[in-house]
């Protein structure tokens, strides 16, 4: 279905309520721009007492108007809000943008008058736009509502939490940038229409190519991820996320009052659902224009091609950090360079012309050729003095430097991979600087800028071939064993699974679990120890009582031979009942010693914006300290739990250290797609803690499992 | 003593040795420039035939030249450097700038060309800057011989191991930038003039405000160091070292042949003596640019001034990210901003205004006034529309951001600390933002590049005062005991040192010890047995044949009672035996087994760059894997060894993490300073490693200590 926002954002017309004479107020200023930029429509201001407004016929009120009105402009206090939507409503009027402050993030009485607005809107199908919102404008509808001169019409969309930093967007884009923009949203207070609806409607306007988003909360994160993952298969979406630190999300909150939620766990989701995040605000527009002007590349091997070995150097540090790789050069690839260059030319990658283009750039669209031609390779960067040739060397080589720009562009669009150019000129914006980016070659001043760009095209490059390869695996299907041990719990009154069910529950998923028994008496010890005789055994306390079990001395390790367990089992009941008196105990768990592994951790909880989420990470302090973590949006596909174990910064430890042997990555890819599953099932099931598995060279063993559900109120 | 550099880079006369008339040529540049800038000195070309070039009479060789030459600019090509230098030498020439290229970083040849050369000079007394250089400048004086023309003159100066990263810092300082450069340097080379010498140029050259230097690879690192700590006294420094990942360095040592050593080493070392390190090349220039206009604050409380919510949220966000923290705003500021401030104002830091400043930017200066008379805030940030309002809001607004940006320049003279805006409308380079940068406030477009501006005047003025108040304490004299420990060890014919002969020399340094007993035969253990029986112990194998103890089976821990120990000794011999055939033993070392506590590593080692340099890190795989550890050159400070502490990622943990107590800080700083002393004392000592220390709430336990002394021949 498509998205109602195509009715109101590129309207047919629109009406000013709250129309003004004033230049200083919206209402009059919302008019300049529409007659100033012949917005083809209808213009309704709506003034209780004027005649007209800047020459146009005004009405005392919408139903006064004798014509349909597709958006209503509310340019009227917080206090008049909830009327108007209702005459908006009951002229059918699809959607009105409420610029006024006022409401919810300014207190209760606010908040009251927000829902009362939107409780109207809901019951006469009027959609809003804010309310707390700088505007909205479609310059290819030639609409203007927020009052921001001169932007140039383009691909690029905005939505933003923010009316400066679309602001800011919009002017980094602009000093003699290639790139103009389509639609703005300020989403001001998401009382009704909110990013995922906005991103669905930017997926579907063919007018915008690339759709920003600053955000500063989100409030159905769950629903935009689903939305940004069909979006991003069409177009690539950037998102600057804020509220990294305590400090920002306090001060996000201040600011429209949304909960901001961990950065950290966003970056990731949204990564997953095909999302570049630009993790700086000044990174935003040119990760944008990247997007926009080249294609996204398969896989992420950059040749660097550099007339200075400085420039090199700093260039492959800054692609290395990226997590990109330089190309290995293929023998012929070098020996066309050789061809080209000078002896003392470094033909590796990066490529040091070694002065071999002083006397001609023309030899640097040379090497591009050859470096683009070689399949190893998947995007250049060109950095060093290109662009400024003439000026450095010679005024001589200034036609020289254009054609080359030409060229480069033409090898552009030859081999679609993506060229980003670094230029020591680009500041003084030369004619053959000039040249290239209107060959679609972005320039950029920064090395760290242009790698960062490459960078994202080559994270949207991977993660739109990983969602469209591998899709998540849906399973909505619970076994009747699984529901019959929930429904046990269940109905014993328990919110908390005892382990021996979490362990049933996920051997039902095909979970391989240690051997367990559990004696509810020391008697039932004598057994224990028979069964347990072979090996070593572990002694964990069975009580709803008792939710942290170490803490409560609940937990015996290495227990050998019968006396030993049974003096283990009663050092447990007295630890017990010292820890929680008249504790309700069923008994104790006993299960073999696992086998030592890497201690890892996966858990899973709901989180309230973005649902079921998993989390992996390493097992200990470190961990914790350093929050090493990383996570996905359940469901999962088997890509991204690969990814999941590439995501954590001590990752080498799974590859093994001091001689141990690397992990089975595939078994634990497994163990995630089967808790996944378990979690689409089960959606009673509100946290899975798996603290820690021992992961193995082959296989893995669950050491400690826990499994909650959600109250039954929730 | 005064740098000899000086008779050389503000030369009174030049010779041009291979002057050319060919314009492409270096030899002609150069003239040119000279005669262009009007050059006040004496100009000498040099040419085996001509009798002028470009109008200025010409000698056959700088002999023939019948005055006194300063400098020798030498553009011949390599094979001719040799004897060249040799006849500036009997001239009297003080110092040579080498152009040409093809000496060690060529081959072995070059190689011996340049050692040849450098030989020459050593016997003449001549300096050679280079080879292998793009030249040098030295504005002040007029004297341009690198061929980069429109430089404006300043306080900058450069160093640098790249032209093109020069050309790019003066580039980048160039498109209205307020400032220029003094003198640049290409280093070449480095065969006789190195970075240490050039920074000392540069502390003494009034000329020069802040030296900026490009660095791939020091040759002399512990004497910059040494420098740099007396330079940073007078005037910033500004370092970008390049080679952090590996590719890096390889494309580095390709470029200059220099080895560019662990990169988070020479940061640290560097910021240790109170260089300010840029992490990104693009922010070498905004970074100078700052340290040159604004006052180091003592501390780093920063305050935000914002009109707009999402511009507060990134600048806090970033803020917090470099270590910087928001200001705590007294009661009284509080107050007076509610006096100038809409209710809807946050008066929290930041302070975001609320539209407080549309209709007039001039509040926003009674704002940064109150803020800036906060003894609680060490520096203002001001982030949004500024520059801007007369754009964004009403024509008539310009006339007030003019008077607005004045007031914000006064406040800067008056109050004396930081102010740094960031402008949505910084590219638009708008009068009252050129007003702005007039009065000595830096402008940025980018929130991340302002703070990282910040960050690095807070870190400036912190290392300073630390330098100056607590500078590293000498101590050069070695108790008797502790060199007669060493010397027994070089008696016995061994570089490592038996733990017992390092606890015994730690000992002397006033390292607290266990206690510790030797058995050499396993009738020993009898009395070892008795004495540590109310303890369990730890033994470990004493041979020099056996480096890695654990792994030849040569610990064992928690040993009770005699047979315990007679047999765990029997084990050590057998596997250690098993090990190593015939290893020549002395015994075993048996102390009580540790308190447990935080494992930490301290570890000493001799960096052929860098000289002595201590390592502080945590304990465990994670460590490994993250390169989570701090490094400080020897001697140190307290302050530098209570600043490791904090200098790891991971630093949470010794303040304690699930219950445990915080480590006792002071106990691990006086360690650390008996190590500096002790690795002083005795330079000899090539390397220490203290793995593991366990450290308590309550002083530390030195679990494991080895000791290497640097072979005979060294």
Do not use: W
Not at 68 to 97: F, H, N, R, S, W
Not at 181 to 204: A, H, I, K, P
């Amino acid at each position: 279905m498509s998205c109602q926002l195509h009715q109101f954002l590129a309207p047919s017309s629109i009406a000013i309520i709250g129309a003004s004479k004033d230049p200083t107020k919206r209402g009059y200023q919302a008019l300049k721009y529409l007659i100033a930029d012949n917005f083809a429509g209808g213009i309704y201001p709506i003034h209780p007492r004027e005649p007209e407004i800047l020459g146009i016929p005004a009405y005392p009120s919408v139903s006064a108007v004798p014509a349909e009105i597709d958006l209503g402009l509310v340019c009227t206090p917080a206090k008049t809000v909830p009327a108007i939507i209702e005459e908006c409503g009951k002229k059918g009027i699809k959607g009105v943008v409420v610029l006024a402050g006022g409401f919810s993030e300014a207190g209760p009485e606010g908040a009251r008058l927000e829902a009362e607005g939107l409780r109207i809107a809901r019951e006469l199908g009027v959609r809003i736009i804010g309310p707390n919102t700088s505007g909205v404008f479609n310059l290819h509808s030639r609409m203007n509502l927020v009052g921001m001169p001169n932007v140039k019409s383009g691909g690029l969309g905005i939505v933003s939490q923010s009316g400066n930093m679309a602001l800011s967007i919009v002017n980094d884009a602009a000093p003699g940038g290639p790139l103009g923009f389509s639609t703005y949203v300020g989403v001001g207070n998401q009382v009704d229409v909110r990013f995922n609806e906005y991103l669905q409607y930017f997926g579907e306007d063919d007018n915008t190519k690339v759709p920003i988003l600053y955000v500063e909360g989100f409030k159905q994160g769950r629903t935009f991820l689903e939305v940004a993952r069909e979006v991003t298969q069409k177009k690539p979406v950037v998102v600057y996320k804020s509220g990294r630190t305590e400090a920002g999300q306090a001060s996000a909150k201040s600011h429209t009052g949304a909960l901001a939620g961990s950065y950290e766990m966003a970056v990731d989701l949204l990564r997953q659902a095909g999302v570049t995040v630009a993790r700086q605000a000044d990174y935003i527009v040119p990760i944008a224009v990247a997007l926009r002007l080249l294609t996204a590349p398969s896989s992420n091997r950059v040749a660097i091609l550099a007339d200075g070995g400085g420039h090199a150097t700093i260039g492959a540090d800054s692609l290395i950090e990226t997590g990109s790789v330089l190309a290995t050069l293929a023998e012929e690839t070098r020996a066309n360079l050789a061809k080209v260059l000078p002896p003392a030319a470094s033909l590796a990658n990066p490529v040091d012309v070694a002065g071999g283009t002083d006397a001609n750039p023309g030899v640097l669209a040379d090497c591009a050729s050859i470096l683009l031609q070689d399949e190893n390779v998947d995007a250049l960067l060109v950095v060093g003095l290109f662009g400024g040739y003439k000026l450095r060397f010679a005024e001589s080589l200034g036609p020289i430097e254009n054609e080359t720009a030409i060229r480069l562009g033409a090898l552009l669009r030859r081999f679609g991979k993506p060229i980003i150019l670094q230029s020591v000129y680009a500041p003084f914006r030369t004619e053959a600087l000039e040249a290239l980016r209107s060959s679609g070659i972005p320039v950029h001043s920064s090395i760290e800028v242009a790698v960062a760009c490459l960078a994202a095209l080559i994270d949207y490059g991977c993660a739109k071939r990983r969602n469209v390869n591998d899709p998540p695996t849906a399973c909505n299907e619970a076994p009747a064993a699984a529901s019959a041990i929930i429904a046990q719990c269940r109905a014993s009154g328990r919110n908390v699974l005892f382990e021996y069910e979490t362990m049933d529950l996920l051997k039902v998923y095909g979970v391989p679990m240690q051997p367990y028994m559990v004696a509810r008496r020391e008697e039932d010890l004598a057994e224990v120890a028979a069964a347990f005789a072979s090996q070593p055994a572990a002694m964990k306390i069975i009580s709803h009582d008792i939710l942290h079990k170490t803490e409560a001395g609940g937990v015996k390790l290495t227990l050998r031979r019968e006396e030993t367990m049974r003096q283990a089992y009663r050092d447990i009941m007295e630890s017990a009942h010292a820890f929680k008196h008249n504790a309700d105990i069923e008994g104790v768990l006993v299960t073999p010693m696992a086998q030592q592994g890497v201690e890892i951790i996966i858990g899973v909880s709901k989180n309230p914006i973005f649902g079921p989420v998993m989390m992996f990470g390493l097992g200990g302090t470190f961990v914790e300290v350093l929050k090493d973590v990383v996570f996905r949006a359940i469901p999962l596909s088997r890509s991204d739990a690969a990814v999941m174990l590439d995501g954590i910064k001590a990752k080498k430890i799974l590859d093994g250290v001091r001689g141990t042997n690397p992990v089975d990555r595939e078994a634990l890819v497994d163990l995630m797609m089967r808790i996944s599953a378990l979690v689409q099932a089960h959606p009673e099931i509100s946290e899975i803690d798996l603290n820690p598995v021992f992961a193995h060279d082959d296989g893995y063993t669950v050491v400690d499992a826990r499994m909650i559900l959600s109250s039954p109120l929730e």
